[in-house]
């Protein structure tokens, strides 16, 4: 089956610690993408990758990090500089970058406390 | 700053009837328009892609329309579902390269049995 995998699914980790959400896509996509929902608003974007080894930042990149080594693989590491790291966060991919259709995947739910 | 409104904010109908959700934006000059739907602790499905030089675009009981030019995209579901509870969401795209996003907060839609 082709799709874009997150996980874990629920992640909880204490104030202070760094924490890595993987994404893992299997669509041959070039671009990948990062969001993160808080309850009743939207998606905000995070960070996106157009290839391998090049990424920008989001509109809310402060206190996240990611990296690109492989096409199939985008993780994103939540630092101990994120004020309000408590969200749901949401992988995507699209076939190419410039406004295609984006694919997501089923979200991690990350709890810091 | 491209900023996305939709409205209602919440909906609930009866099973059956036709609706219409609504999508606005400040900025014209959009690439495309995106509508998703979301259930509760998933991910995003992408249900349309609106091209900005296309008026409309079908899926089954779907119809999204675009007016780019007033800044709006309406979403009709016909006969609609119990299964058709969930949120929808619209994002438009500005630019021809990375697709970078921006959502709306999305309307909760209820179809009652």
């Known amino acids: 089956d082709g799709g874009i995998t997150q996980s874990p699914k629920y992640l909880f980790r204490k104030e202070g610690q760094n924490v890595t959400l993987s994404c893992e896509q299997n669509?041959?996509?070039?671009?990948m993408y990062w969001y993160r929902q808080d309850p009743g608003q939207g998606l905000r974007l995070i960070y996106y990758?157009?290839?391998?080894?090049?990424?920008q930042k989001g509109d809310i990149a402060e206190g996240y990090s990611v990296s690109r080594e492989k096409k199939e693989s985008f993780p994103l590491t939540v630092t101990s500089a994120q004020k309000n790291p408590t969200a749901f966060y949401l992988c995507?991919?699209?076939?190419?970058?410039?406004?295609?259709?984006?694919?997501f995947g089923p979200g991690t739910r990350l709890t810091v406390t | 700053k491209q900023e996305v409104t939709q409205i209602p904010a919440a909906l609930s109908v009866p099973e059956g009837e036709n609706l219409v959700l609504n999508c606005s934006f400040t900025?014209?000059?959009?690439?495309?328009l995106q509508w998703f739907r979301q259930d509760p602790g998933k991910g995003l499905t992408s249900l349309l892609l609106?091209?900005?030089?296309?008026r409309e675009q079908t899926s089954g009981r779907l119809n999204a329309s675009l007016d780019k030019s007033s800044g709006r995209s309406t979403l009709y579901i016909a006969a609609s579902q119990p299964g058709d509870s969930a949120t929808y969401l619209c994002?438009?795209?500005?630019?021809?390269?990375?697709?970078?996003?921006?959502f709306g907060e999305g309307t909760q839609l209820t179809v009652n049995p």
């Open positions: 995507a991919s699209s076939i190419f970058p410039g406004a295609y259709e984006q694919y």
């Open positions: 669509l041959n996509h070039d671009a």
């Open positions: 990758s157009q290839i391998v080894n090049d990424f």
């Open positions: 900025d014209s000059a959009i690439y495309n």
């Open positions: 609106i091209q900005s030089s296309q």
């Open positions: 994002a438009v795209s500005k630019e021809t390269s990375g697709s970078r996003l921006t």
